[in-house]
């Protein structure tokens, strides 16, 4: 569910980082070789070889986009490979929590899409696909209470809502027992604090992988 009004700049930061540096090539090529060949009137053709003179710093923008993906990619994965043990998920903010679950499922081969608003969502964090099936994701960080089967109906309504396969609800803490009865036989897997530490070690084994893309977008509203 990409943004709307989303630019290229923004869309290409969502990307990895490659995707900008083909663009930046094509937009190199385009402008400072077929560009000029295609303008024929006076007028245009001017403007066309104006362009074609600059084309090397048109270019260079779009890689722009490529450095910060590659940044980003980066933190994520010192992210995912400093966690140690359930107290240090712990002690994360709900962005970094977010952030985390996010490259762990990315490093088990799925594509991820994330939320960039600017706060906590009470809906849909993450949407993960792999094999041609939608998980949905929300991220709990949970520190003093457990989550409640409230929450649970509420991602299983979304799950019928966006026609998803499945809904992951990812705590750092626990679940309540009637949280755990609702989701009982319905596709909806409850990870907790000792789950989570087995996704993240997982994610963080040397065993070769094939590693997938995140796209951040805002994918759903409200608050926890």
Not at 35 to 64: D, H, R
Not at 68 to 75: D, G, T, V, Y
Not at 120 to 126: A, R, S, T, Y
């Amino acid at each position: 569910m990409p943004k709307k009004n989303e630019t290229v700049f923004e869309t290409l930061v969502d990307l990895p980082w490659w995707v900008s540096v083909i663009v930046a090539c094509f937009v190199f090529v385009g402008l400072r070789f077929i560009l000029p060949g295609t303008m024929k009137t006076p007028i245009f053709s001017g403007v066309a070889q104006l362009v074609s003179s600059n084309a090397i710093w048109i270019a260079l923008f779009f890689l722009i986009p490529g450095a910060i993906s590659a940044l980003a990619a980066w933190r994520r994965g010192e992210l995912l490979m400093g966690q140690t043990s359930i107290s240090n998920i712990r002690r994360l903010s709900w962005r970094s929590l977010e952030d985390l679950v996010g490259e762990a499922y990315r490093l088990n081969g799925y594509a991820v899409m994330g939320n960039s608003g600017p706060g906590p969502d009470g809906g849909v964090d993450l949407i993960a696909r792999k094999g041609g099936e939608t998980v949905l994701v929300q991220c709990k960080q949970w520190k003093a209470r457990q989550i409640g089967v409230r929450t649970v109906r509420e991602m299983f309504g979304l799950l019928n809502a966006e026609r998803a396969n499945e809904v992951h609800i990812v705590s750092s803490g626990y679940f309540t027992e009637d949280a755990r009865n609702f989701a009982r036989h319905k596709p909806i897997r409850l990870i907790d604090g000792p789950m989570l530490v087995q996704l993240v070690k997982k994610a963080q084994s040397p065993i070769p992988k094939t590693p997938t893309y995140a796209v951040s977008h805002r994918v759903g509203a409200g608050r926890r």
